[in-house]
């Protein structure tokens, strides 16, 4: 699953912090990264999660667009807060704001997008879960996961199997099943991609109500249908022309009739 997302896709470039999570590099200049620590890491990650008593101590933040949806989802299945779009400065640090939060635990998609979140985390002292790619800066970041932060299928299933694991610790969803909840729950839809869905939708509703052609009950006679267009045989029509009309019984023939009136007229 997580190969099909692309999670162990990396970028061209490299931090010192993240070589021990990088497995190879390819021919092209990406860099591939351990999927095995990625899966380490979220196991940790999630154990971290559930030990705080109170899920809405919880706060994950994402900036990026492809992990808003997957932010929301992630904080409406396991309880926790969440800030999708730009972070306000001073949410941790400034009372006075209205957007003031004190969170004790905090998920971030992007160190280097959501550095201000990171950067007050620090101030007030609070522990900071981050998926890393392999050029992401590892300052002030307490738990890295190994992945790729760069794409919608990645950073959703990333969100996704950590949201399971949680659940799955606080036992609200057994390990012997299945999560009921898909993973495409998680990924970014684009506007375009949703109107395009809507009108493929209206399309085959329309298709299916239009009422069914209706069709002639007769069926046509092969033998006719088979001579359909043919010309018709002169000859035969006229080999089988109606017979010449038999004189009645007793009466005088016509041919004989014929050759009479010759003779009478000859001798005349």
């Not at 899966?39 to 919880?58: C, F, Q, S």
């Not at 839809?189 to 509703?205: C, N, P, S, V, Y």
Request: hydrophobic share 45%.
């Amino acid at each position: 699953m997580m190969l099909s997302a692309g999670v162990h896709t990396g970028t061209r470039n490299s931090d010192s912090g993240m070589e021990e999570y990088i497995w190879r590099r390819r021919k092209d200049g990406l860099h591939i990264l351990n999927i095995g620590k990625t899966w380490e890491k979220i196991t940790l990650a999630a154990r971290v999660i559930v030990a705080i008593e109170n899920p809405e101590d919880v706060v994950a933040i994402s900036a990026r667009p492809w992990g808003m949806r997957a932010v929301l989802k992630f904080a409406h299945y396991t309880g926790a807060q969440s800030i999708a779009g730009r972070f306000t400065p001073g949410t941790f640090t400034n009372q006075i704001t209205k957007q003031f939060r004190e969170p004790r635990l905090l998920i971030v998609t992007d160190p280097r997008t959501d550095a201000q979140a990171v950067r007050e985390s620090s101030y007030v002292n609070i522990p900071v879960i981050a998926f890393c790619d392999s050029d992401s800066p590892l300052q002030h970041v307490d738990i890295a996961i190994p992945a790729n932060n760069k794409g919608k299928h990645s950073i959703g299933l990333i969100y996704w199997l950590l949201a399971r694991e949680v659940l799955r610790l606080r036992g609200s969803v057994s390990r012997n099943t299945d999560w009921d909840v898909p993973v495409d729950l998680f990924f970014h839809r684009d506007i375009e991609e949703l109107k395009k869905t809507e009108e493929e939708q209206a399309a085959k509703l329309e298709e299916a109500a239009k009422p069914a052609p209706v069709y002639d009950d007769t069926v046509p006679d092969v033998a006719n249908a088979a001579n359909f267009g043919a010309v018709p045989d002169v000859s035969a029509a006229a080999g089988t022309a109606a017979p010449a009309p038999v004189a009645a019984a007793g009466g005088q023939e016509w041919s004989a009739a014929g050759a009479t009136d010759a003779a009478a007229a000859e001798q005349w």
